[in-house]
Structure formats: structure tokens, C-alpha cells
């Protein structure tokens, strides 16, 4: 009988184990299957096909500098992360319900780790960069998920103007 008191609270210890680790290699909701995001925002960026640069800022006021930011539909943008701030901060590109997603996941999972091609995490005076492809017209966002920055409205949007126009 003492073993059964036991026995229930190490199993629930090893699902929770289990389930922070899927969630630490980049399988929790979100989207990250792998290519670094869905069609719906775009791709990775292949760097000969970069056409310009963006450089943004990320403060510890919770704002990106520039927040919006205009595209080309086809358009390879080589983003240039600047951590101006003593926090960590990061850019994640993404449709806005896979950004709350994602969001929501950080929240429970504060220090997980993952690098996909279409996000960099920055420490505090650090400097990276985003390649990215837009294939579709239309609006992707882009945001800080690390816990509480998103609510406190680090946020912003890239337009993606039709091609031709």
C-alpha cells in the first residue's frame, strides 16, 4: 500500500519530465515543425538572395525600433537584431495565433531554448540576424515571446505588399 502512495506522484514527475523536454527541443505548439515556420509567413532566407537590410532595435521599454516594417511579396530581408537592453529579449516571426501560441508555451517553459530560422534570442548588447524569405502578400508578425514582453506589447508587423505593385 505505501508503494501505490508513491508510485503515482514519480510517474506524474516523469510525464512532467517528458514534457518539458519536448517542449525544450522545439515540438510544443507554436509551430516549430522543423523549417522554421509555415508557408503562411514564409521561409528561410538564402543569403545571396538577400535584397536589403533591416536593422531593428529591441528595448527594455518592450518595443521593437522600427515596429512596422514594409516588404515585397518574394522579398529575402536580412534582419539585423540589435539587444539594446539589459534584458533578454527576442524576434519571432510568425502569423499572430502561432505567436500567442508559442507565447503561451514560454510562459509555462520560461527558459526554454530552441533556435529556428525564423527567431533570435539575444542577450543583453547582443547582436543577430534573421533571413527570411515573405512568399505570400499579406501581414506577418513578429514578436518578443520571452514571459511577459508580448503582453507588455513588444510587437510589431511586416507588410507584404502583392509582387508587381
Known amino acids: 500500500m505505501t508503494s501505490n502512495r508513491f508510485r503515482i506522484?514519480?510517474?506524474?514527475?516523469?510525464?512532467?519530465?517528458?514534457?518539458?523536454?519536448?517542449?525544450?527541443?522545439?515540438?510544443?505548439?507554436?509551430?516549430?515543425?522543423?523549417?522554421?515556420?509555415?508557408s503562411a509567413i514564409g521561409k528561410p532566407g538564402v543569403a545571396g538572395k538577400s535584397v536589403r537590410t533591416v536593422n531593428i532595435d529591441m528595448t527594455d521599454n518592450m518595443r521593437f525600433t522600427p515596429a512596422d516594417?514594409?516588404?515585397?511579396?518574394?522579398?529575402t530581408v536580412r534582419f539585423v537584431v540589435?539587444?539594446?537592453?539589459?534584458?533578454?529579449?527576442?524576434l519571432v516571426l510568425g502569423t499572430g495565433k502561432d505567436l500567442r501560441a508559442h507565447?503561451?508555451?514560454?510562459?509555462?517553459?520560461?527558459?526554454?531554448e530552441h533556435?529556428?530560422?525564423n527567431m533570435v534570442t539575444l542577450a543583453?548588447?547582443?547582436?543577430g540576424e534573421v533571413l527570411w524569405q515573405f512568399t505570400q502578400a499579406g501581414k506577418v508578425d513578429f514578436g518578443c515571446l520571452q514571459p511577459g514582453h508580448y503582453d507588455a506589447g513588444m510587437k510589431g508587423a511586416v507588410s507584404v505588399a502583392k509582387a508587381g505593385r
Do not use: C, F, W
Open 82 to 90: 540589435r539587444n539594446v537592453g539589459v534584458l533578454k529579449h527576442e
Open 124 to 127: 543583453p548588447g547582443k547582436t
Open 115 to 117: 533556435a529556428e530560422p
Open 69 to 75: 516594417i514594409e516588404v515585397k511579396q518574394g522579398e
Open 9 to 38: 506522484p514519480v510517474i506524474a514527475a516523469l510525464l512532467a519530465l517528458a514534457t518539458a523536454g519536448a517542449a525544450a527541443s522545439g515540438t510544443h505548439a507554436g509551430g516549430h515543425d522543423g523549417d522554421g515556420g509555415n
Open 103 to 112: 507565447y503561451e508555451a514560454m510562459m509555462k517553459n520560461p527558459e526554454m
